[in-house]
């Protein structure tokens, strides 16, 4: 195998801005804009698609979204990818300093949260999630983004054009956080954009997400180095994998839940079928 990159990593400074003891880091602004692009997309979405979220409902919703994302990509990362750790020691969980933060759990999280806000603003729960799906790809772009910009999370090693040696040294790997940020982010962003220009029936269109988000997870694993500290699983498989799965298998059951809606006839999420200004 080839032992130099021809692409050379930026080695970008994880820390934006120090003020005093206080460090502002990528990652942290990415969650940050992230939230604030979903929140105004969001207002944009609640007009078009005549939803009646009030000012109020869109805040509630996004500090929902906010605290069900982080506990719950916290947690899932307790969970699913250092258990041990955390049992010796249970309150680095506190510790979000350090990183480890899981999409799934923070799927899950959001979700929950979005059930429960749902019933709060009086708006169907699947209406709801479509518009943060809508959204979503902002920050799985911004994401995988300070991830390349961490230095974590890099793929495996390879002779390809583009592979880079990461910062800490060693042999040339895919940069496997720019591949997800242009799945899971760009590509994914262009496909709800187009399909939000419809109206389409309730679950539809995070049903759609989810299911590509699943295969975009599962692609990439494939050149994406397995979690140190667990390695492959049942064979050449990764826990991210194995993770996307069920995500995967939910999404296709909600396109089929919602194809099958419209074929019955339901009543759609407004009362056009069509959404004649762009999203």
């Not at 969980?93 to 949260?113: E, K, N, P, R, Y």
């Not at 002779?159 to 760009?186: C, F, K, N, T």
């Not at 994914?188 to 109206?199: D, E, G, P, T």
């Not at 989810?210 to 049942?234: H, K, N, T």
């Amino acid at each position: 195998m080839t032992t130099f990159a021809l692409l050379t990593y930026p080695q970008i400074d994880p820390v934006l801005l120090r003020i005093g003891p206080l460090a502002v880091r990528w990652y942290g602004l990415a969650y940050v804009i992230g939230f604030v692009g979903a929140g105004l997309l969001m207002r944009r979405l609640n007009r078009i698609w005549k939803v009646g979220l009030s000012a109020d409902a869109q805040l509630d919703i996004v500090l929902a979204a906010v605290v069900g994302l982080i506990v719950g990509a916290r947690l899932g990362y307790v969970l699913f990818y250092g258990l041990d750790g955390f049992i010796e020691s249970p309150q680095t969980v506190f510790a979000l300093w350090d990183g480890g933060m899981s999409f799934h759990g923070g799927l899950i999280g959001i979700l929950l949260a979005g059930w429960l806000v749902s019933k709060r603003v009086h708006v169907p729960f699947l209406r709801l999630a479509d518009i943060g799906a809508v959204g979503a790809p902002i920050g799985l772009f911004l994401g995988r983004l300070g991830n390349f910009i961490n230095g974590e999370l890099w793929g495996r090693a390879t002779d390809v054009p583009w592979a880079m040696i990461p910062p800490y040294g060693g042999v040339p790997r895919h940069p496997s956080q720019l591949y997800e940020a242009l799945l899971e982010g760009l590509v994914l962003f262009i496909v709800m954009m187009l399909l939000a220009r419809k109206r389409l029936p309730d679950g539809m269109l995070v049903g759609v997400m989810m299911s590509l988000y699943g295969v975009f997870r599962i692609a990439v694993e494939f050149v994406r180095e397995p979690d140190v500290q667990l390695g492959f699983i049942l064979g050449p498989f990764t826990m991210g994998q194995l993770l996307s799965l069920p995500v995967l298998g939910a999404g296709v059951w909600l396109v089929w839940h919602a194809h099958r809606s419209r074929r019955d006839g339901e009543p759609l999420s407004g009362s056009d079928d069509t959404v004649d200004a762009p999203v």
